[in-house]
C-alpha cells in the first residue's frame, strides 16, 4: 500500500491549493473556457502537494490510476450516449418528440408544459444539457416571443431537464453514482421514483401556478413547419426512444438496449430520412449536421462521439482527484469534521451541507459526486446504512444541488443556452424541493 499518514503540521500549503484551484474554476467560467484547463492545474498542484508530504511520482501515479479505474465503466456509457444522441437526431427521433410535444403545450398552461415536456425528453435522452439544448432552446424561443418570463420558463426547463438527468437509465450521472456506490441502475431509480413523487407533484402545483400568472400570449409555429418540411416524422421514427423505454421495463442492461436503439435509429435515418450509410457514420463520430437553414436546423445539430470527449475527460481527471485524495489522506481533516457533524445533526441534514459545499467548490456535478461519495461513504457504513441509501441520497442532494450554484456549470452552462441568469434558480422547484421534502420526511419518521 502506498497511504501514508497525513502529518497533523501546518495545512496552510494545503489551504491555498484548494484556494488556487477554487478561484482557477471561477475564472474558468465566467472567461468561458473549458474547465478542463482548471481540473488539470488542480491535479499538477495536488499532485506536487503530495510530492511534498513524500509521496513518490509512481505511487501518485498509480493512485491515480486506481481513481480513474471507477470511471471506465461509465465511460463506456459516455461512448454510447454520444452515438445514440446524433443518431436520434439524424433518424428524425428528437424532432419527432419536439414536433408533436410543441402539439402538447397549452398557452394558459405554458410553464407547467414545458416542466413537464422536459422531463419526458431528459428521460429519454438522459441528459440535462441535451434536453436543454434541443427543446429547451425551442421552448425558450416560444416563451420570449409569448412575453412569457424567461427566468420562470427556464427555471421550469431546467428543472424538467435534471429530472431525466437523475433518474433515465441513459443518464451519465446515474450510471456514475451507481458506479461509485456499487448498486444497481435499476434499483436506484425505483428508489428515485420513491422519493421524488411528493417533490414532483409539488413542483406540478407551483408551475400551474406560475403558469396562471404567466401565460403564452403568442404561439409562433414557425418550428413546427420547419420540422414538418425537414424530417419524415412518421411514428416509425419514435421506435429508438421506444425501445428504451421498454428495456427500462424489463430492466435489461442499458448498455445492451442503447446499442439496440442506436441499430434502429441508423437503419430509420437510412431507409426513412434517405441518409447514406456513410452519413451516419459520420454523424455518430463528429456529430449531426445539416445544410438546412432555420431556427430548429440550428438546434438539432449535435451529438456525436466527440460531444462527449470533454465529459469524458472531466470524469476522468475528477476520478484521478479521488484517486489521490483518498489514498494520501489530504481530506482527512474535513472528513474527520464531517463525521463528527453528522453524530449530531444527523446523516442526511450533513449530506445535503456536504453536497453543497463539493457543488460549490467543484463548480462541476462530476467531481461534486465523487467528492461527496468520499466524504460520506465511510459515515453510511459506520452508521448501518447501505449503499442503495447512499446511492439515492447522492442522487436527492448532489445530484439536483450542483444545478443550483450559480457558478457550477451544471446550472451555469443550461442558463446561459437559454439566455437565463441566476435568477432561474428559484423557479426550479423541482431541484430545491427534492432535498428539502426528503429532509423534512427523514426528520417525520425519527421523531
Not at 486506481?66 to 428524425?92: P, Q
Request: charged share 10%; glycine share 8%.
Amino acid at each position: 500500500m502506498w497511504i501514508k499518514p497525513l502529518e497533523t503540521g501546518d495545512m496552510l500549503d494545503t489551504v491555498f491549493v484548494f484556494i488556487l484551484f477554487f478561484i482557477a474554476l471561477l475564472f474558468s467560467i465566467y472567461s468561458k473556457i473549458s474547465i478542463l484547463y482548471p481540473l488539470l492545474l488542480g491535479l499538477i498542484c495536488f499532485t506536487l502537494l503530495s510530492l511534498l508530504r513524500g509521496y513518490s511520482l509512481p505511487a501518485l501515479g498509480r493512485m491515480m490510476l486506481a481513481g480513474a479505474g471507477k470511471s471506465f465503466i461509465v465511460l463506456k456509457i459516455f461512448i454510447l450516449i454520444g452515438a445514440i444522441t446524433a443518431v436520434w437526431r439524424a433518424c428524425g427521433t428528437v424532432s419527432f418528440i419536439v414536433y408533436y410535444g410543441m402539439m402538447f403545450l397549452n398557452a394558459h398552461y405554458f410553464i407547467l408544459s414545458a416542466f413537464l415536456l422536459s422531463c419526458i425528453v431528459s428521460f429519454l435522452l438522459g441528459t440535462s444539457f441535451g434536453t436543454v439544448g434541443t427543446i429547451g432552446v425551442v421552448l425558450i424561443i416560444l416563451a420570449k416571443s409569448g412575453n412569457v418570463a424567461v427566468n420562470a420558463a427556464a427555471g421550469a426547463i431546467i428543472a424538467g431537464a435534471y429530472f431525466g438527468d437523475r433518474c433515465s437509465p441513459m443518464s451519465s450521472s446515474a450510471n456514475l453514482v451507481a458506479s461509485l456506490t456499487n448498486t444497481m441502475l435499476y434499483s436506484n431509480i425505483k428508489n428515485m421514483v420513491k422519493t421524488s413523487t411528493i417533490p414532483f407533484i409539488l413542483s406540478v402545483i407551483g408551475y400551474l401556478l406560475l403558469s396562471y400568472w404567466n401565460p403564452l400570449q403568442f404561439h409562433d409555429s414557425q418550428i413546427a413547419g420547419e420540422i414538418a418540411s425537414s424530417f419524415d416524422i412518421s411514428r416509425i421514427t419514435l421506435l429508438p426512444a421506444v425501445i428504451i423505454l421498454l428495456a427500462a421495463v424489463f430492466k435489461l442492461d442499458v448498455k445492451h438496449s442503447m446499442g439496440i436503439s442506436i441499430l434502429a435509429g441508423i437503419f430509420i435515418g437510412i431507409f426513412v430520412q434517405h441518409q447514406t450509410w456513410g452519413e451516419m457514420l459520420r454523424y455518430i463520430l463528429t456529430g449531426y449536421t445539416t445544410n438546412r437553414t432555420g431556427p430548429f436546423a440550428e438546434i438539432i445539430q449535435g451529438g456525436g462521439l466527440s460531444s462527449m470527449f470533454n465529459v469524458a475527460l472531466i470524469v476522468l481527471l475528477s476520478s484521478a482527484y479521488s484517486g489521490i485524495f483518498a489514498a494520501t489522506g489530504l481530506l482527512r481533516n474535513i472528513e474527520c469534521f464531517i463525521e463528527k457533524l453528522s453524530q449530531k445533526a444527523g446523516v442526511y441534514p450533513v449530506t445535503i451541507l456536504t453536497s453543497i459545499a463539493t457543488a460549490a467548490f467543484s463548480c462541476n456535478q462530476t467531481l461534486a459526486v465523487m467528492l461527496s461519495h468520499q466524504f460520506e461513504n465511510t459515515i453510511y457504513e459506520k452508521h448501518g446504512l447501505s449503499n442503495y441509501q447512499l446511492a439515492v441520497d447522492l442522487e436527492n442532494t448532489v445530484i439536483v444541488i450542483s444545478a443550483l450554484i450559480p457558478w457550477n456549470i451544471a446550472g451555469a452552462v443550461p442558463a446561459s443556452a437559454l439566455s437565463a441568469d441566476a435568477g432561474f434558480i428559484p423557479y426550479a422547484f423541482y431541484l430545491f424541493l427534492i432535498p428539502l421534502v426528503n429532509l423534512f420526511i427523514k426528520n417525520i419518521k425519527i421523531s
